[in-house]
């Protein structure tokens, strides 16, 4: 093999072993759901999946090769298997339980599927004088209160640029190497709305959002970080005079404070 062809060779693999690993990670970190101690008032519907085909794909930028010049520049995002288990059963579950014990009592899980017309209040097909799946829902639980909802977005992302050069030569060689990474930004969106099933009032409608940069996380970590603001967030307006500070990330995530001591 040519001195220039081994070197390129070379060249791709060192940059191919440094691309980013997203090793799968839980979702909600840190995230408590309440026992439930008394009968349920609030059924929380399947969330619907709103989310972009690249948030189930993925993305990492493709590694450009040059012979003896290589270079990846370019944007990772997370997907489906970079969390472990079914995204939107894990993040009902946590919503049920940021929802739990609040202003509509406890909340339980309703194990039904989840059509595309109970994440909103129009469209899909509608039985003749039935408002919205979520009145099909009332009618069926006997509940109070029945949630909908859908997850819009839920990822991690960062920007990378790194190139690998090599000059090899009869008489010397030169080698050189850059990688910028931007910090990993976690995003979480949820749009969730509670419909009061004796009146057929919508009595809670929010579109919660975080959108943050956690320092010392991996891409799955600062996604989960992210869905655990908004799960915050959630629980902040189910509680609304509640002590408990709000906190936008862990100190460790946080550019402002600096990271604590390796174990």
């Known amino acids: 093999m040519r001195p220039a062809a081994a070197a390129a060779s070379l060249l791709a693999l060192c940059l191919a072993a440094c691309a980013e690993k997203i090793p799968p990670a839980p979702l909600g970190p840190g995230v408590a759901i309440p026992e439930t101690r008394s009968a349920p008032t609030l ?29 990846r520049t370019g944007d990772y995002v997370t997907g489906e298997n970079a969390f472990q288990g079914s995204v939107t059963e894990q993040v ?42 979520a009145d099909r829902a009332c009618r069926a639980s006997g509940l109070r209160f029945v949630a909908t909802g859908e997850l819009k977005d839920l990822y991690g992302t960062l920007h990378e640029k790194s190139y690998l050069w090599i000059l090899p030569t009869p008489w010397a060689g030169a080698a050189g190497w850059n990688r910028k990474r931007s910090d990993p930004l976690g995003v979480a969106r949820l749009v969730l709305r509670v419909r009061d099933c004796a009146s057929g009032a ?29 799960l915050q967030k959630l629980r902040n307006e189910m509680l609304p005079n509640s002590a408990a500070p709000y906190v936008p990330a862990p100190a460790e995530y946080r550019r402002d404070l600096p990271a604590p001591p390796a174990p």
Request: a negative charge; proline letters at 5%.
């Open 202 to 230: 919508l009595v809670f409608d929010r579109d919660l959002r975080s959108e943050n940069r956690y320092v010392h996380a991996t891409l799955s970590e600062a996604a989960g970080l992210a869905l655990t603001d908004v």
């Open 43 to 71: 059924g929380v519907l399947p969330l619907a999946d709103g989310r972009p085909a690249i948030q189930h794909s993925g993305k990492k930028p493709s590694l450009l090769v040059f012979l003896v010049w290589n270079s």
């Open 92 to 133: 009902t579950a946590l919503v049920s339980g940021a929802m739990s014990g609040g202003r509509f009592g406890e909340a339980r899980r309703m194990d039904v599927a989840a059509p595309a017309e109970l994440a909103g209040e129009s469209g899909g097909d509608q039985v003749p004088g039935d408002q919205s799946g």
